[in-house]
Nanobody, 128 residues
Framework: QVQLVESGGGLVQAGGSLRLSCAAS????????MGWFRQAPGKEREFVAA????????YYADSVKGRFTISRDNTKNTVYLQMNNLKPADTAVYYC?????????????????????WGQGTQVTVSS
């Protein structure tokens, strides 16, 4: 089992920044690729960003590319999502997730059903 706990959400004005953190416990963190997803009211949960097990490979949804940065610190069992130039359309509950079956150290997957463990989510609200 893996426990994931997100933090760092909040209310911010458009153009502002937030940094989300996700602390993992329970299993060896470096064995998991990590992803961030988000879900707005009335919408499906969607992929935002992912980092490979070694953190050297990252991938982003087109909607956040150039504004968001995913990173991970395997010594702290934590993955981060730096969000800059936030827009009202970024308003959602943000979830971190762990993918135990991703394969090699550089592998990344973007499908929500490919992730094995999920955090409880943190709310991000961007006002216009």
């Amino acid at each position: 089992q893996v426990q994931l706990v997100e933090s760092g959400g909040g209310l911010v004005q458009a153009g502002g920044s937030l940094r989300l953190s996700c602390a993992a416990s329970g299993r060896t963190f470096s064995k998991f690729a990590m992803g961030w997803f988000r879900q707005a009211p009335g919408k499906e949960r969607e992929f935002v960003a992912a980092a490979s097990k070694n953190g050297a490979n990252t991938y982003y949804a087109d909607s956040v590319k150039g504004r968001f940065t995913i990173s991970r610190d395997n010594t702290k069992n934590t993955v981060y999502l730096q969000m800059n130039n936030l827009k009202p359309a970024d308003t959602a509950v943000y979830y971190c997730a762990a993918d135990f079956r991703a394969g090699g150290d550089w592998s990344i997957r973007t499908g929500r059903y490919e992730y094995d463990y999920w955090g409880q989510g943190t709310q991000v609200t961007v006002s216009s």
